[in-house]
């Protein structure tokens, strides 16, 4: 399977056995619960996800069982929670099909990643006059490091235009690509709009002029088979709490070779080979970049939701999802005065949109006495809003565990939205 | 649905689509705009201050309709006030839309008194007193963008 273009995938996913809503909505504890006495609908899961039982039991069998500092005791329980900690980096290296294990650095999330690559490579390859290229759909993470770099080193940071639909234009894409840019760093999905990027594509183009590229997959791990290699992306991120896992975890692949030139992040215990007051040593990857204790009951906690979804299948998940935007889409497009905010041809399960003459604001604080929880305001993508002319959107996004009742609750609450500020 | 009603009062859903005082003041000596970075709601309040008294107010921008709503009544109320009595009118709307209110202060209030029900909707709170801090700001003068951060 070479390009992961649209036809490879939907057929991928058409033949993705169809997995039993009902029957993993169990396996979530938080969705048994009432808002304001009705059943909680909820659908803000490109803000974070909930978490299967499995990862809530990972988290309290470590607490309960295997507490301990890893990589330095002698003891019985350090040696087990650095089994249970590598084996969670041996999960993610399958997850995201990476070559090696030492390719995969825990990290606080892809916040935290990015900004790893901004210090560690942006520093040591951006000089004067250079140019980073993102694009305008943009989350604020793969935004403002790049500026921050920008300015320290009196680099430019440039922005590939987006159609009035949220695709990316890949001429002009195409075209900012020059001999002074030094890094090009996309988002696979947009958190927004919901866009998948056709980043395969995009890599090449990047490739062909030697340009590394890193990936934000904050917004794709939860709902698309990720292949670094088949990517042949030079770097890439997520956070455990969206795909399902706790808060406070995340992961940077990374090619090794890349990895292995830069410098560390952050200097303190266990990225260190040796030390003198004069001299350090740095450990060997993937430790380089993981100084400090780190967060090991998260990323045990990963490694459960890794298995979690891994066991549903991605391709299930996938088609799962697409089934419910298809349906949501069909069912908001037929609201008089509701605009939906990106509509991409490929699209993740994002629905972002607005409705006339009532601000989202409005719209989140009755959609949640109707124990609809969504995500209203700006997302962390302001210039994308000014893009589109909104000052904020109201968006629902989907995950594995929602119906399409829930979608009907989505549209009866936009209703009485609509009856509250009836004109 | 109470609580909604509550929120929502008519005067508020009213005001915040037919929001008075709106625009620009030509004359205006004291201004200064406010932010709410949570919601992207912007707002600039313009005031005409004769000697120690708001001689006329306006403001313009974006918002929720709490928020466009507090700032028309506001303005309303504000018209002919002291700076003190500005002031004390300020704490009693905080008072009140923080849940905080003393008896006393609630009677004072008139019109303002419809935002009674946002304190029960605490993350509201801020789009009800973006225009006050906004207009604090212009009233103290220093001309900086407010945040309700």
């Given at each position: 399977?070479?390009a ?18 009902h ?5 979530f ?6 808002a304001?006495?009705k ?5 803000d899961?490109a803000?974070?996800?909930q978490?299967p ?17 890893i990589h ?6 350090s040696?087990?929670?650095?089994q249970?900690y590598?084996?969670?980096?041996e ?8 070559k090696?294990k030492r390719e995969?650095?825990f990290?606080r ?17 951006v000089?004067a ?15 403002v490091?790049?500026?921050m770099?920008c ?8 922005v ?7 695709e990316?234009?890949l001429d002009d ?12 760093s996309?988002?696979h ?7 998948i990027?056709?980043v395969r594509?995009?890599v090449?183009m990047?490739?062909r002029?030697?340009?590394?590229v ?8 939860p ?30 692949y990374g090619?090794?070779e890349l990895?292995e ?15 003198t007051?004069?001299?350090t ?10 100084a400090?204790?780190?967060n090991i009951a998260?990323t045990i906690g ?15 998940i ?16 037929q609201?008089p ?12 399960g994002?629905?972002s949109?607005v409705l006339?003459?009532i601000?989202?604001h409005?719209?989140?604080?009755v ?16 210039p994308?809003?000014?893009?589109f002319?909104?000052p ?15 979608i009907d ?5 936009i209703?009485?939205v ?6 | 649905?109470?609580?909604?009603q509550?929120l ?5 859903l ?5 929001p008075?005082n709106f625009?620009?003041?030509?004359d ?5 705009e406010?932010?709410?970075p949570?919601c ?10 004769g000697?120690?008294v708001v001689?006329?107010i306006?403001f313009?921008?974006?918002g ?8 028309s ?6 018209k ?7 002031e ?10 923080t849940?905080?209110q ?9 019109k303002?008194a419809?935002?009674?029900?946002v304190?029960?909707f605490?993350t509201?709170?801020k789009?009800?007193?973006?225009s006050?801090?906004?207009l604090r700001a212009?009233?103290?003068g ?8």
């Amino acid at each position: 399977m070479k390009a992961i273009g649209k036809e490879v995938k939907s057929k991928m996913t058409d033949h993705a056995p169809q997995l039993d809503v009902h029957k993993i909505r169990q396996d979530f504890p938080m969705l048994k619960q009432l808002a304001y006495g009705k059943p909680l609908a909820y659908l803000d899961n490109a803000a974070t996800s909930q978490k299967p039982q499995a990862v809530i039991d990972a988290l309290m069998r470590y607490y309960t069982n295997d507490n301990s500092n890893i990589h330095r005791g002698v003891h019985l329980l350090s040696e087990r929670a650095t089994q249970h900690y590598e084996e969670a980096r041996e999960k993610v290296r399958q997850f995201v099909n990476a070559k090696e294990k030492r390719e995969i650095i825990f990290v606080r999330g892809t916040t935290e990643a990015l900004n790893l690559i901004a210090h560690s490579y942006g520093r040591a390859n951006v000089n004067a006059g250079d140019e980073v290229l993102i694009t305008a759909l943009e989350h604020h993470s793969n935004i403002v490091p790049w500026q921050m770099l920008c300015s320290e080193r009196s680099a430019r940071l440039r922005v590939a235009p987006i159609n009035d639909e949220g695709e990316v234009l890949l001429d002009d894409f195409a075209q900012l690509i020059n001999e002074r840019t030094k890094l090009v760093s996309i988002a696979h999905v947009s958190n927004a709009l919901g866009t998948i990027n056709p980043v395969r594509e995009m890599v090449e183009m990047a490739h062909r002029q030697n340009i590394p590229v890193m990936i934000d997959g904050a917004q794709a791990a939860p709902h698309t088979r990720i292949d670094v290699q088949e990517l042949d992306c030079d770097f890439y991120a997520f956070s455990g709490h969206k795909v399902y896992g706790p808060t406070g975890i995340g992961v940077l692949y990374g090619k090794s070779e890349l990895l292995e030139a830069i410098s560390p992040y952050q200097g303190g215990g266990d990225m260190i080979a040796s030390v003198t007051f004069d001299k350090t040593t740095y450990n060997t990857l993937p430790y380089k970049f993981e100084a400090g204790t780190p967060n090991i009951a998260g990323t045990i906690g990963l490694g459960a939701a890794i298995d979690y979804v891994s066991e549903i299948g991605l391709d299930s998940i996938a088609r799962h999802e697409h089934d419910l935007l298809s349906y949501g889409t069909e069912a908001l497009s037929q609201i008089p005065g509701l605009r939906l905010i990106g509509t991409a041809k490929k699209k993740a399960g994002v629905l972002s949109f607005v409705l006339e003459g009532i601000h989202p604001h409005d719209v989140g604080t009755v959609l949640d006495r109707e124990g609809i929880a969504i995500r209203t305001g700006h997302h962390c993508a302001m210039p994308l809003m000014e893009r589109f002319g909104v000052p904020a959107t109201a968006r629902a996004s989907l995950a594995v565990y929602n119906t399409r009742e829930e979608i009907d609750t989505l549209v009866a609450g936009i209703q009485k939205v609509k009856e509250v500020f009836a004109l | 649905m109470t609580d909604l009603q509550d929120l929502y009062q008519e005067l508020i859903l009213y005001h915040g689509r037919r929001p008075r005082n709106f625009g620009k003041l030509a004359d205006a000596n004291k201004t200064a705009e406010g932010y709410n970075p949570l919601c992207g709601d912007k707002i600039r309040v313009y005031v005409k201050v004769g000697g120690d008294v708001v001689e006329d107010i306006k403001f313009e921008g974006a918002g929720c309709a709490i928020s466009t709503a507090s700032a028309s009544i506001m303005t309303d109320a504000l018209k002919g006030k002291t700076r003190a009595e500005s002031e004390q009118l300020f704490k009693a709307f905080h008072d009140l839309v923080t849940g905080h209110q003393q008896e006393a202060e609630t009677q004072d209030l008139g019109k303002l008194a419809v935002f009674s029900g946002v304190s029960e909707f605490p993350t509201r709170v801020k789009c009800a007193t973006l225009s006050w801090h906004t207009l604090r700001a212009a009233l103290s003068g220093d001309g900086e963008v407010v945040s309700t951060e």
